[in-house]
């Protein structure tokens, strides 16, 4: 249980970080994190060296509001940059966008709520956001057990925002509550061993009876109606986005530099590349093999087309109109059809790219693993949402538990 003893905060709060350009500063990072990038797999986990330069640039607070101090930088800013990391270290790249991600939504919670988070101004948000936990009311707040699978970044996470049930009169009811990781009531299962993305560090987050109080509760039914939060005045961009398609968006970040890692590697070796048992004096004088990196780009580059069409919705449509149920089908369509044209890049790559690439020292067969595995991930399932966008286009019910209303059907899909 937590101790009752009240700590007193820091004499010093650390400003709220603000980095004018995190793309370039992720870019100059990209060196540091490709020689950690195999340490970072063997030890499951963002490596101390990478995660000091992470603190010091200032990169996780990037989303974080211009209320609290911050940039308030654009949703496809932050895929950007994300991207651009992943492009070092797949693995590092996915845990820093779940935690830079969290990390700013903590930050654009309102005063009663920050003070109760933020006493260093550092610290960090995971989030496992399945209701895998119960919350019963108690005296001081609400006592919550529960285990949460998939918990990216936990292992350097401060708190965690997690899905619970939370019993009332009328039943269970579904909400977001604030783990303190740190109280002895919460641990970490180290469970996270995979074939890839083993360095996103997604180990098991365990909270047994551990006393979270009133303020640090999100409740589902409390939310304004996004048409009340349009209507808002003094509100940031970010404050307009919509919840649902931001987690898809998110996880594809990683998966975008990964590709596009793979296909950098891939184009740079092909004219010292020998193809053994044929005439070429390297790969660049295939026909066959040019063709294939030239249908690998394009696939990478309609991934990045449908990304940026789906994050715009959020930055600019978002921000004058309320999407519809068919809007935030399309962009979760978007992001698995993205998912796909990464997958069929990176395993085209891998056959031009021929059988050296799969020994283990190769970095090549470590990104075409992450890529393998991030791109499975089921909230992106390429078929799925590609059904998805279908039924809605047909007036279909929906097949996503996350999006139960997919209306209305565009005009021009009445039946005639």
Same mark, same amino acid.
């Given at each position: 249980?937590?101790?009752?003893?009240?700590?007193?905060?820091?004499?010093?709060?650390?400003?709220?970080?603000?980095?004018?350009?995190?793309?370039?500063?992720?870019?100059?990072?990209?060196?540091?994190?490709?020689?950690?990038?195999?340490?970072?797999?063997?030890?499951?986990?963002?490596?101390?060296?990478?995660?000091?330069?992470?603190?010091?640039?200032?990169?996780?607070?990037?989303?974080?509001?211009?209320?609290?101090?911050?940039?308030?930088?654009?949703?496809?800013?932050?895929?950007?940059?994300?991207?651009?990391?992943?492009?070092?270290?797949?693995?590092?790249?996915?845990?820093?966008?779940?935690?830079?991600?969290?990390?700013?939504?903590?930050?654009?919670?309102?005063?009663?709520?920050?003070?109760?988070?933020?006493?260093?101004?550092?610290?960090?948000?995971?989030?496992?956001?399945?209701?895998?936990?119960?919350?019963?009311?108690?005296?001081?707040?609400?006592?919550?057990?529960?285990?949460?699978?998939?918990?990216?970044?936990?292992?350097?996470?401060?708190?965690?925002?997690?899905?619970?049930?939370?019993?009332?009169?009328?039943?269970?009811?579904? +909400? @977001? /509550?604030?783990?303190?990781? =740190?109280?002895?009531?919460?641990?970490?299962?180290?469970?996270? #061993? %995979?074939?890839?993305? $083993?360095?996103?560090?997604?180990?098991?987050?365990?909270?047994?009876?551990?006393?979270?109080?009133?303020?640090?509760?999100?409740?589902?039914?409390?939310?304004?109606?996004?048409?009340?939060?349009?209507?808002?005045?003094?509100?940031?961009?970010?404050?307009?986005?919509?919840?649902?398609?931001?987690?898809?968006?998110?996880?594809?970040?990683?998966?975008?530099?990964?590709?596009?890692?793979?296909?950098?590697?891939?184009?740079?070796?092909?004219?010292?590349?020998?193809?053994?048992?044929?005439?070429?004096?390297?790969?660049?004088?295939?026909? +066959? @093999? /040019?063709?294939?990196?030239? =249908?690998?780009?394009?696939?990478?580059?309609?991934?990045?087309? #449908? %990304?940026?069409?789906? $994050?715009?919705?959020?930055?600019?449509?978002?921000?004058?109109?309320?999407?519809?149920?068919?809007?935030?089908?399309?962009?979760?369509?978007?992001?698995?059809?993205?998912?796909?044209?990464?997958?069929?890049?990176?395993?085209?790559?891998?056959?031009?790219?021929?059988?050296?690439?799969?020994?283990?020292?190769?970095?090549?067969?470590?990104?075409?693993?992450?890529?393998?595995?991030?791109?499975?991930?089921?909230?992106?399932?390429?078929?799925?949402?590609?059904?998805?966008?279908?039924?809605?286009?047909?007036?279909?019910?929906?097949?996503? +538990? @996350?999006?139960?209303?997919?209306?209305?059907?565009?005009?021009?899909?009445?039946?005639?």
């Amino acid at each position: 249980m937590r101790s009752e003893t009240v700590e007193e905060p820091p004499a010093h709060k650390r400003p709220v970080a603000f980095v004018a350009d995190p793309v370039g500063i992720a870019a100059s990072l990209r060196p540091l994190l490709e020689n950690h990038a195999a340490a970072c797999e063997r030890e499951r986990r963002i490596v101390p060296a990478v995660m000091e330069a992470l603190r010091a640039s200032g990169l996780f607070q990037i989303t974080a509001p211009e209320r609290a101090g911050g940039p308030g930088h654009r949703l496809t800013t932050h895929i950007e940059t994300v991207a651009e990391l992943a492009k070092g270290c797949v693995g590092t790249a996915w845990a820093y966008g779940l935690l830079s991600g969290i990390t700013g939504t903590a930050f654009a919670l309102p005063p009663a709520m920050t003070e109760r988070l933020f006493q260093t101004g550092e610290e960090l948000f995971c989030s496992a956001s399945a209701p895998s936990g119960k919350a019963v009311a108690v005296s001081g707040g609400y006592r919550v057990s529960g285990r949460w699978g998939y918990g990216s970044g936990c292992l350097h996470a401060d708190w965690a925002l997690n899905g619970v049930m939370i019993e009332t009169d009328a039943g269970f009811e579904p +909400a @977001l /509550v604030f783990l303190d990781l =740190r109280d002895p009531a919460c641990s970490i299962e180290d469970n996270w #061993h %995979v074939a890839g993305m $083993a360095g996103s560090g997604s180990n098991m987050i365990v909270a047994r009876d551990l006393l979270v109080p009133e303020e640090l509760i999100l409740w589902s039914s409390r939310t304004p109606p996004a048409e009340a939060i349009l209507a808002m005045e003094g509100l940031e961009p970010r404050d307009r986005w919509p919840m649902e398609p931001l987690f898809p968006l998110g996880v594809l970040a990683p998966m975008l530099g990964a590709a596009t890692a793979l296909l950098e590697g891939v184009v740079q070796a092909m004219p010292r590349r020998q193809i053994v048992g044929w005439t070429y004096a390297g790969q660049s004088g295939s026909e +066959a @093999l /040019v063709g294939m990196t030239g =249908r690998a780009a394009m696939e990478i580059d309609s991934a990045w087309l #449908h %990304v940026r069409r789906a $994050a715009g919705m959020l930055d600019e449509t978002a921000q004058h109109r309320v999407l519809t149920g068919f809007d935030k089908a399309r962009i979760q369509a978007d992001c698995g059809y993205a998912m796909e044209l990464l997958r069929a890049a990176g395993n085209r790559l891998m056959d031009i790219a021929g059988p050296g690439a799969f020994a283990l020292s190769s970095p090549l067969q470590r990104i075409w693993r992450d890529l393998s595995v991030g791109t499975r991930h089921n909230a992106l399932n390429g078929q799925l949402s590609i059904e998805l966008y279908g039924r809605a286009i047909t007036g279909l019910r929906s097949n996503i +538990a @996350l999006l139960p209303d997919i209306t209305p059907a565009p005009i021009w899909a009445e039946p005639k």
